[in-house]
């Protein structure tokens, strides 16, 4: 099983597609897909927005979320040590250092990172 990191920009993107490609990616069981706990969050912050954007009706957007969440593994960010913290965020500051969760799930889980889903 390929262990693949997601971030909020794929998922997004996947809510508000009617393109089936991204949406059978996401939800294919060959992957094991990890996020950060946060991306939960993001997800009900920005659902109007998601919403506006998409040609789906929210019953819809609602029932492609939850098949998504059940392929999901989340990531509680308190289990991460200092020493690896730190180096995930020196690789990230310069960049985003709100990718500093997502980076460490990729480096610590040796997965892929999601953004090859879009491709």
């Known amino acids: 099983m390929k262990k693949v990191v997601v971030d909020t920009n ?10 089936t490609s991204l949406r059978e990616k996401l939800s294919n069981p060959h992957y094991r897909f990890y ?3 946060f991306l939960f969050v993001e ?5 109007e927005r998601i919403l506006k954007h ?6 819809i957007v609602l029932e492609y979320l939850s098949l998504l969440l059940y392929y999901m593994h989340f990531i509680d960010e308190s289990i991460i040590s200092n ?5 995930a965020y020196s690789l990230c500051k ?3 250092e709100k990718d500093t969760p997502l980076l ?5 889980w ?10």
Do not use: W
């Open 10 to 19: 794929i998922i997004f993107a996947g809510l508000r597609s009617v393109s």
């Open 54 to 59: 998409t040609s789906a009706d929210e019953d």
């Open 104 to 108: 460490h799930s990729h480096l610590h």
């Open 83 to 87: 020493a690896e913290y730190l180096t």
């Open 35 to 37: 996020a950060p706990k």
């Open 110 to 119: 040796n997965a892929t990172y999601g953004q090859e889903m879009c491709n």
């Open 43 to 47: 997800i009900f912050k920005h659902k």
């Open 94 to 96: 310069d960049v985003d």
